[in-house]
């Protein structure tokens, strides 16, 4: 899969401490995991010249007092607290100068972030999403990425899940539904 270097955008969703270290509130195993084939994934794409684009998870502790429904921290706990350490990218993945980053505070890199318009300015139509969790941030950005006319490429080996099962769900729901599945090897900037 040869994908145009300057219409390409590697998404990294999420790979915060806070999900990708023991010590993070919402660690797991599979996250972490993923952190080396993201690295090799986002070296390959800077050298190609392919922007790299970090997403961050952070929330304050008031976000949710006056929700109506939805309230993160009523399902998973507090996690990923502005200017925490836990809200900090993993060490493994530094941030470059010429990288990009997103905020955002829900599980959707697009719902009332900057995301969309970044894009369209920079002429990037395609995204490279790796990251995690598989069925919930990777899962929500990929497929607001597809309804708002963006390729999305799921890559395989480089998005974290809490288990097996919710990788192969959200994977062949993203196949079937909005955008393409490939492994990284196959992926190439060029």
């Not at 270290?21 to 800077?46: F, T």
């Not at 899940?161 to 539904?177: G, M, N, S």
Request: net charge negative; hydrophobic share 40%; glycine share 8%.
């Amino acid at each position: 899969m040869r994908l145009e270097p300057d219409r390409t955008a590697v998404v990294v969703v999420d790979m915060q401490n806070g999900f990708c270290h023991p010590d993070g509130s919402l660690y797991a195993p599979g996250s972490e995991d993923v952190i080396e084939p993201i690295a090799a994934l986002v070296d390959r794409a800077r050298e190609a010249g392919t922007q790299v684009i970090f997403t961050r998870d952070v929330h304050t502790p008031e976000q949710f007092e006056e929700a109506h429904y939805y309230d993160e921290f009523e399902q998973w706990g507090e996690h990923v607290l502005e200017g925490s350490w836990e809200a900090e990218i993993v060490d493994e993945l530094p941030v470059e100068d010429a990288d990009h980053v997103v905020e955002k505070h829900t599980y959707d890199a697009f719902y009332n972030t900057e995301l969309e318009g970044w894009l369209n300015a920079h002429g990037i139509k395609t995204l490279v999403i790796c990251g995690t969790l598989a069925n919930v941030c990777v899962l929500h950005t990929g497929g607001s990425a597809g309804i708002r006319d963006f390729r999305p490429i799921l890559v395989e080996d480089c998005i974290g899940a809490i288990e097996d099962d919710h990788h192969e769900y959200a994977l062949e729901h993203a196949a079937w539904l909005f955008g393409e599945v490939e492994p990284s090897e196959t992926i190439t900037f060029a």
